[in-house]
């Protein structure tokens, strides 16, 4: 995600655009820039790294006129650099525009307009968006636009502006969010509602493949086809501090609610009709993916749980052995790595000391390094042989929530790739498992929907000091994540077990004290010993809390309280059943009064030992 704002006006712009893109700067913080219209021409400044520090040196302010944009980075296609940083412009430097998105056939139309005699000064897909409406100008800014983005596939939210039309502005968006403000002599764009709240709280928002041409008197609305929209006016009611935070109250909650958009953007780009297209991302020959005998996974805290359920997708679906490491023991123990393992990293901030050091040690034993990072140009990216993205934007909570699915969606994705490449998984069956992760974005959005009913359940665990987490199978991993969670941000004391070690030992702790939260999901194996175990719990008094699949009324009658989750393969079901679980822990820190989103102790990126 990046943060993009526009503004056209009767009045200077570039000290708006810099306090309105410093209430973005959660959206991405790796470069910014910022382009204005003054005397026909284009004038921009831009540089890596976070907005203050680029400010010092360039002096955003500097620049005059009163027509502009600004951009804060958060890099997918294109290195982190000063080049790569938005605004982009065409060859003759009257187009500027920045871009939230991702053109996915920015490859084909590159060389097309190579061929035209276009230079590019970027690796970005975005710069291609510029040149293309510099071929389609033929004098009216609005209609080269509209032509442009008829040539484009993928998803952009758009801010342009061109020399010879200052006091324009266009607009235009498909997938990534984009706002219009409603000012006095003035009008605006904005990726999300923070930017421009101190100027003007009545906002229209454009729909997929619409198109806005504004000036500071008026804004239209077209759709790409050229017809006129007439679009309702909203009032903002969030008062200016909150709206950082979108109107929730933690940045927490407002990344357990991204989710369904994280996945989206994760899946983006990477599934072609019924075939996952991996292969330029993960760097490797078809030959050397097909020979690997053995994947070593890395990682700490959260990302170490995803690590789990990678391990259980790859063996189930792959048939590829699969070892699981705390990068911190991995790093210190002189691990034998056999030849033909692929060691894998994941890491959401890709600064983790720990698992910076184990891929390092990886690399010194001649092995090849695969990192799944949310941060693109972060050290473990850099040092990696490929790296496969999360698209989850910036997550700002300490509380890994939207990285974690991400990460579990990328994971999903290589699987489903490696069975196919190595010819265990018949191409009916990839169909079916990309239907099914296709589902999963809107199967979060109505767990997310229960969340009342969540709410109210954490209320009556908030005074317990202690909890367990059970689960079997793939589920194992989520019962340590939803442990994890409540620990991390309520303080209250949580294990994760497997359900059927309770027997070995931590039964003990089970009386009518101990909440015990059981991820109970249908699946073909374990679904009935779990129902065994909840039994042993029951007749020892303890309290049940049961993630179960939507419309297993059995399960309802064993245990204390139910929350349900949509049907969807076995194997997807911990994209699904820790959102429960995201939410539980955060409603009783909520209630305990946790400072959630930065809690006691903990840091975002553990980038020391
Ligand atoms: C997760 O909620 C925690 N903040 C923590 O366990 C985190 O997952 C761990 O420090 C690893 O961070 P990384 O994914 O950035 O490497």
Known sequence: MCGIVGIVSGRKVSGMLLEAIKRLEYRGYDSVGMACIAEGRLATKKDIGKIGEVD????????????????????????????????????????????????????????????????????TDTEVIAHLIEEHYHGNFLDAVKAALQQIEGSYALGIIHAK???????????????????????????????????TKKVTYLGNREIALLTKEKVEVFGLD??????????????????????????????I??????????????????LITLAKELNFKDAELKKIERIIIVACGTSWHAALVGEFMLEELAKVPVEVEYASEFRYRDPIIPPDTLVMSISQSGETADTLAAIREAKKKKAKVISIVNVKGSSIARESDAVLYTYAGPEIGVASTKAFTSQLTVLY???????????????????????????????????????????????????????????????????????????EVSYIHAEGYPAAEMKHGPI???????????????????????????????????????????????????????????????????????VPLQLFAYYIALKRGCDIDKPRNLAKAVVVE
């Open 226 to 255: 050229g017809t006129k929209r007439d679009k309702a006016v909203e009032a903002i009611t969030w008062a200016a501090e909150s709206a950082e935070k979108h109107g929730f109250s933690h940045f927490m909650l407002k990344e």
């Open 56 to 123: 010092k040196k360039v002096d955003f302010s500097s620049l005059e006129g009163t027509t502009g944009l600004a951009h804060s980075r958060w890099a997918t296609h294109g290195g982190v650099s000063r080049k790569n940083a938005h605004p982009h412009e065409d060859c003759k430097g009257n187009i500027s525009l920045v871009h939230n998105g991702i053109v996915e056939n920015h490859n084909e139309l590159k060389a097309e307009l190579q061929k035209k005699g276009h230079f590019f000064a970027s690796d």
């Open 257 to 274: 609610h991204e989710q369904p958009q994280a996945i989206a953007e994760t899946i983006n780009g990477r599934i072609q009709e019924t």
């Open 508 to 578: 003990a702790l089970i009386d009518k004290n101990m909440p015990v939260i059981v991820v109970a999901t249908k699946d073909t194996r374990t679904y009935k010993k779990v129902l065994s175990n909840i039994e042993e719990v029951k007749s020892r008094g303890g309290k049940i809390i049961a993630i179960a699949s939507r419309g297993d009324h059995e399960i309802a009658k064993k245990v204390d309280h139910v929350l349900y989750i949509p049907e969807n393969s076995y194997i997807l079901a911990p994209l699904l059943a820790v």
């Open 165 to 199: 039309h200052p006091g324009q502005m266009v607009a235009a968006r498909n997938e990534s969010p984009l706002i219009i403000g409603l000012g006095k002599d003035e009008n605006f764009i904005a990726s999300d509602v923070p930017a421009i709240l101190p100027y």
């Open 413 to 487: 994705l290589l699987t489903v790739y490696l069975a196919k490449l190595r010819g265990v998984m018949p191409q009916d069956q990839v169909s079916n498992r990309i239907r099914d992760i296709r589902k999963i974005p809107l199967q979060i959005t109505q767990v997310l929907e229960d969340k009342e009913n969540i709410l109210s359940l954490a209320a009556s665990f908030s005074r317990h000091s202690n909890a367990l987490y059970l689960g079997r199978g793939i589920n194992y991993p989520i019962a340590l994540e939803g442990a994890l969670k409540l620990k």
